[in-house]
């Protein structure tokens, strides 16, 4: 079965770094579009990051951007996040998600497969 397990998650203060990652298996990963997702406590889940297929094409909303990047090793069956000039505002429950579709989105129901999440959490 396809399993999406991440880690990487943790506590740092604000202005510091994180790199999360996302192990695929029982997929073809190569042939999914790849997202990341967070969901504070009491919130709803948010997009944070997307990339196609081949890694060619990444998307952010503006409350990332410039900060987070996203990547993926198709070799390792690996996505990463790399988190850069953390805000308390960032902490959440991190997720990422696997899209079978070639439009890129930043809607949660357009993924197919989820991870159970990493905690990322930020202090001031």
């Known amino acids: 079965q396809v399993q999406l397990v991440e880690s990487g998650g943790g506590l740092v203060q604000t202005g510091g770094s994180l790199r999360l990652s996302c192990a695929a298996s029982g997929l073809t990963f190569s042939m999914y579009g790849m997202g990341w997702f967070r969901q504070a406590p009491g919130k709803e889940h948010e997009f944070v990051a997307h990339?196609?297929?081949?890694?060619?094409?990444?998307y952010y909303p503006s409350s990332v951007k410039g900060r987070y990047t996203i990547s993926r090793d198709n070799a390792k069956n690996t996505l990463y996040l790399q988190m850069n000039n953390l805000k308390p505002e960032d902490t959440a429950v991190y997720s990422c998600a696997a899209q079978t579709s070639t439009a890129p989105s930043s809607t949660r129901t357009s993924y197919d497969y989820w991870g159970q999440g990493t905690q990322v959490t930020i202090s001031s």
């Open positions: 990339i196609s297929r081949n890694g060619g094409n990444t």
